[in-house]
């Protein structure tokens, strides 16, 4: 049976404040994260969709909500105390892996997720890994992308190599999306 439940009751299945009922996202970060997912997956005949970053898996289930049944990952190295798998979505279609991204050996990306470690360094990798992999009209959405608190997140994305394949798609609060427009 479809799952006909609002972010809010997800949100509030978690125990969050109505104000930011995903702890680091507010409601229209998640409503930007929905609607970019759909349009990377719409946007793409193929393709898996990743998280880096899940923590308690407040805004992978948003994304699996999006998937359409289509290969989701979600990738955490579990560092940050309270992360836990036990909270993430499941489903036939959702691969839980407890690492910190090192590679990526599972073809083709309609929508990539990135809300992990926030430095330059790790971010930067990050991007390198992913990148190569997101396809044509395929989704790069960056949670904490602005200058401050964490200037690195954005420096990351100044020094991608393929950053000049990507257009701006939109963005929230907190979150920048990039959709893959041209070789
Ligand atoms: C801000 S939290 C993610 C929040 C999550 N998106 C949510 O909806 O609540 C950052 C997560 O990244 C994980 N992390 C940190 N470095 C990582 C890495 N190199 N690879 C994978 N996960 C990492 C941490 O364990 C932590 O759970």
Redesign the pocket.
């Known amino acids: 049976m479809a799952d006909e439940r609002s972010d809010q009751e997800v949100a509030r299945r978690f125990g969050h404040t109505k104000d930011y009922p995903?702890?680091?996202?507010a409601d229209y970060d998640l409503q930007i994260l929905s609607e970019a997912t759909k349009a990377g997956v719409h946007g793409t005949c193929e393709g898996a969709l990743v998280?880096?970053?899940?923590?308690?898996?407040?805004?992978?289930n948003v994304i699996c909500r999006q998937a359409a049944g289509r290969p989701v990952y979600l990738?955490?190295?579990?560092?940050?105390a309270g992360?836990s798998p036990k909270d993430w979505p499941v489903g036939e279609n959702v691969k839980h892996v407890v690492?910190?991204?090192t590679k990526w050996d599972d073809g083709p990306i309609c929508v990539a997720?990135h809300?992990?470690?926030h430095s330059f360094e790790?971010t930067h990798e990050?991007f390198e890994i992913l990148g190569p992999h997101i396809l044509l009209g395929g989704i790069l959405a960056i949670?904490d992308f602005h200058e401050l608190p964490y200037p690195g997140v954005k420096q990351a994305w100044d020094a991608f190599s393929l950053k000049g394949d990507f257009e701006p798609w939109g963005h929230g609060y907190s979150i920048q999306v990039f959709q893959r427009a041209r070789k």
Do not use: N, P, T
Request: charged share 25%; net charge negative; proline share 0%.
């Open positions: 995903y702890g680091w996202y998280e880096v970053g899940v923590y308690r898996g407040y805004s992978a990738i955490d190295s579990l560092e940050l992360a690492s910190r991204l997720h809300d992990a470690d790790v990050h949670h």
